[in-house]
């Protein structure tokens, strides 16, 4: 009779495998428009190696993608990205971008499942790719906050200024962030979480 050797099973990477002190884990989504910086943002603030769906921009995008200011992009998201990342031994949140053309929102509505939250990637070389983002989320009734991506080339404005131009309410945090930065990213997904808990622990208004 033969014996055929089996194959040794192959697992999680130690580093990928989830802390057992766990007892809290939060879908959170990183939106924005094309190129704005949601790829960049999740892999620099993953603990597990970042899943991606990027693929290289071809001649079939011409005069369908929008790359005004940013014609140097080579590569895009066509389905998502996903990181994890823990704030806490009992708190992990686990992260996904949306890709940012429009001839792929269809697949946010399978992304928004379960998500308590999103922050909003804002390029200020392109304001206006954000306007239709910002909309779908109001719509949608998704609590988010509002992070202003740092790029070299970018004009920078007062905070006041940007609030008013995407129609912020103040109520709505809006922060500085570099999405290269791991510490930045870091801090606005606290910025949402801190957000998410006032919204759960601040009456609501008389009518």
């Known amino acids: 009779m033969d014996c055929k050797i089996s194959e040794p099973v192959v697992g999680p990477r130690s580093e990928d495998v989830l802390p057992a002190s766990v007892t809290t884990a939060v879908k959170v989504v990183i939106v924005g428009g094309f190129g704005v910086g949601k790829t960049t943002l999740v892999g620099s603030v993953s ?4 899943l991606t769906t990027e693929e290289t921009m071809t001649q079939a995008g011409v005069g369908v993608d929008d790359i005004a200011g940013i014609e140097r992009k080579t590569e895009t998201t066509v389905a998502m990205d996903f990181g ?10 686990y992260l996904f971008g949306t890709p940012g053309q429009q001839r792929f929102w269809f697949l946010w509505n399978g ?7 999103a922050v909003v990637l804002i390029d200020t ?3 206006e790719v954000s306007f239709d ?6 719509e949608r009734g998704v609590p988010f906050i509002v992070a202003i991506n740092a790029f070299p080339d970018g004009p920078t404005y007062p905070m006041s200024e940007l609030r008013v131009a995407l129609d912020i309410p103040d109520s709505v945090p809006m922060i500085d962030c570099d999405a290269r930065d791991r510490v930045s990213s870091r801090d606005a997904l606290l910025t949402l979480m801190r957000y998410l808990h006032t919204l759960t622990t601040t009456p609501p208004e008389p009518r």
């Open 47 to 50: 603990e597990i190696r970042p």
């Open 84 to 93: 994890r990342i823990s704030l806490s031994d009992e708190l992990v949140l």
């Open 111 to 117: 992304l928004f499942e379960g998500a308590l939250g």
């Open 125 to 127: 070389r392109r304001l």
């Open 133 to 138: 983002v910002i909309g779908r989320l109001e």
